[in-house]
């Protein structure tokens, strides 16, 4: 069996899942900036109060199930991103912070809105730079990081880090549509229908200055042709049917196609860099670990990963339905 | 100004690792108390278990908020900071990492919102159910990341291939010699933290006159808890502290500040010294004569092992180990006096009313902090100079990332970190003054739109 293929498939799983659901929380957070009513932030934050634990948990999974499989790409990659790294970081930790404390700050709770809108935009743009940083590729000596810990701040990357911000506004907006009522309700639809192009313009032009950035990628479209158009014009579509399902009777359509564009857009990253695990420099298998260290991990993975799954989905399910005017009670 | 990367790699994973410490200490006893509070209520429907658990709980949510987003921050600060090390022993601590994650971090966040939020959606049985998930999930934690830190400590079921760690036996991995007993050592500090919290701040209302019920439960069940945990502590300890001194020799020698091979007969048992690495000697001691030979050999006229006995190029500084077991012994030495007043004064029937006790009690309220930073200063400083103990020197750990960059996010840590800790402490404050009473409308202040909260029950 190829141990480091599952493991690589299990980090991919991990990843995926937190930038789909912790995509939503910044996007909600990040909309906060333009919601100047404080009782429907308040709204806007209890929306993911009860569940923003768990969603950005996965982003733990992903990186230590990096450092348990594939710990050399992860002393590589690490030291690359240090910049982006330590800001998102921060900006994270400020914005989970602010839940409790903005309930606790009487007086000073929209200070602590914009830290959490701050928080919340700032971790967005950061992971768009590592993503932009990584299909640019990284400098790479032996098992080390050579490069400069400012080579990531490119114009390409800051495209790419806009473009995931936006992508999480989409995703934000669908949430609101889904959990809000009245007032915050238009809200959400108004942010849909502007955010919602902006992305697939700011996608579209991703794919393309990535060709043109990344040789590698331009490898991948002649080497997967059928693949990635198919996945282009799926992204395409679920875009469309997103225009179309705002303010429709199906609260929820608009977040599961948001969703789905997330997932189309992993999917056509896994595609491009696959089998590399810092791309274009390094396979996945080059930069595992021994076996054994698969073993415990996917074999800890498979037992308890559907029960995570479980219960996380009861969490979901006991705070279902419209956030409540009154914020969730005791 | 010419810094040194590795200096500054190592002070911003003390710093940040120091500052995370605090909270899940604080969280791991307190989800403990409040499972222990909520089952009480559900078996007595005594509404004062209830209005304790509600307190504590606004609490618990800031200490579990900032441990959680620090303690993200240490999970990728292995390779930022320390990537040599990843690449290293990521092979046998990664593995166990994720395990936490999987086995202990989605179990308390899963059921954290119902902790906090949903008491009337699911009702009162199951959402101790849910406490009791969030108790056992910082429990698995503290499991998995002991395993995980005294592997670094007494490394074993490994080899090391080409400079990687090759993991030959996961058993021995995570069960290494050191866990079995470091592990119950951390469990029982961060019960004893909670417990002072909780005593602390009953004690502060008894003092005022304030919220008298509610202060003399939590008084009571405090100091019961402290006591029959501190008891338990001075064993683990000292078994601990036997077995520390076959596995890491060095840093016990450290720790009791002797330098030389055999110290002087009888030995005094230092509590304050200035030690002067470089010329391997004392350039001030302070100590009590004879009392190190009874304690630490246990006999009149035993001589101690001084850091001598360890080549100078593999010791650790005396300084940093010595004050880190000073300031953790010291303060459960004074813990353990508390427990034993408490005992004499609750079989009076003064616990409630001694007014100098229930100031000692006011005074010793962040001690379980105090002590256990201390015993990790013990523990991490007392490895040095190694990562892994034996196998990988911390400074051929360190990333590529230069001395700028690395001075940056350590002022950027400092700063944001300060912002948390300043508005932690605050936000505290403010709910004890606000008092048990409007521990509900605390939680509710999100409430104007359909005006009275719902009241308690």
Known sequence: ?330 | MNLDPALLARIQFGFTVSFHIIFPTISIGLAMFLAITEGLWLKTKDPLYLQIYRFWLGIFAMAFGVGVVTGIVLSFEFGLAFAKFSQMAGPAIGPMIALEVLTSFFLEAGFLGIMLFGLHRVGPRLHFLATCMVALGTLLSASWILSANSWMQTPDGIEVVNGHVVVTDWLKVVVNPSWLYRLPHMLAAAYITGSFLVAGVGAWYLLRGEHVAFGRRTVSMGTAFATILIATQVFIGDILYQKMLQLQPAKMQAAEGFWDKQSESPAPYYWIIVPDQEHQRNRFALGTPVLGSIGLTHSLDGRVEGLKNTPIDRQPQMGWVFYGFRVMYGIAIIMFGVAVASLWLRWQRRLFTTRWFLRLLVVMTPSGVLATLGGWYLAETGRQPWVIYGILRTIDAVSPVPADALLSSLIAFVCIYGLFGTSFVLFAFRIIRRGPQDALKARMVYAPVSGNPVPAE
């Open chain 1, 1 to 330: 069996m190829d141990l480091p293929l599952l493991s690589a498939l299990f980090a991919a799983f991990a990843l995926s899942l937190y930038v789909m659901l912790d995509g939503f929380d910044l996007g909600v957070g990040a909309l906060l900036l333009a919601q100047s009513d404080e009782q429907l932030r308040d709204r806007m934050v209890d929306s993911i109060t009860p569940t923003w634990d768990g969603n950005e948990t996965w982003l733990i999974m992903a990186g230590v199930a990096l450092l348990a499989a594939f710990p050399i790409a992860y002393g590589i990659l690490l030291p690359a991103f240090y910049l982006p790294l330590i800001a998102m970081l921060l900006a994270l930790g400020l914005r989970g912070v602010s839940f409790e404390f903005r309930y606790q700050a009487e007086s000073g709770r929209q200070a602590w809105d914009v830290a959490f809108g701050f928080g919340s935009i700032i971790a967005a743009l950061m992971q768009g730079f590592i993503v932009g940083g990584l299909i640019r590729g990284v400098a790479v000596d032996g098992e080390r990081f050579s490069g400069s810990v400012f080579d990531v701040f490119q114009p390409f990357s800051l495209l790419v880090a806009v473009s995931v911000l936006v992508g999480y506004m989409v995703l934000g907006g669908g949430w609101l549509h889904l959990k809000a009522t009245r007032n915050l309700r238009g809200f959400a639809e108004r942010s849909l229908r502007l955010t919602t192009p902006v992305f697939v313009a700011l996608a579209v032009a991703t794919c393309a200055a990535a060709s043109y950035v990344q040789p590698g990628v331009s490898d991948a479209w002649t080497s997967h042709p059928v693949v990635l158009g198919l996945i282009g014009l799926l992204f395409l579509s679920a875009a469309a049917a997103l225009m179309q399902a705002i303010g429709g009777p199906l609260a929820l359509r608009p977040f599961l196609l948001g969703l789905v564009l997330f997932a189309l857009g992993v999917a056509g990253l896994g595609v491009t860099i696959f089998p590399d695990i810092v791309p274009f420099r390094m396979t996945l298998w080059q930069a595992a670990s021994a076996s054994l260290s698969h073993v415990f991990l996917l074999i800890g993975a498979a037992i308890v990963t559907p029960v995570v799954l479980a219960y996380s989905a009861f969490a979901y399910r006991v705070f279902r339905g419209k956030t409540p005017d009154t914020g969730w009670e005791l």
